[in-house]
């Protein structure tokens, strides 16, 4: 598992294997800069996310954006089980 902290607390993390920090951190780069919202991921799509991910790195995923104590949103991104 690997986290990534946006300058405003927004926390990406990955939950499974193969990614590497560096690798997330600067997907999560590319992909705000794709996005009209960039830095407000209050109006990123959990979809979008995914597919970006998915294209990124060939893994199939699932993304669930959960409020975190702080205020601020984590974004867990997580391998779809190939039986699920």
Known sequence: MITW???DGTE???EGAGVEPAALRE?????MASQSSFWD???WSDDSLAAAFEERFAQKVEV????RAD??????IRPRLAFA
């Open 41 to 43: 991921a209050l109006q």
């Open 27 to 31: 997907f999560v780069l590319r992909f």
């Open 64 to 67: 669930k954006r959960e409020p």
């Open 5 to 7: 902290e946006m300058a």
């Open 71 to 76: 205020g601020s949103t984590q974004f867990v």
């Open 12 to 14: 990406i993390t990955y």
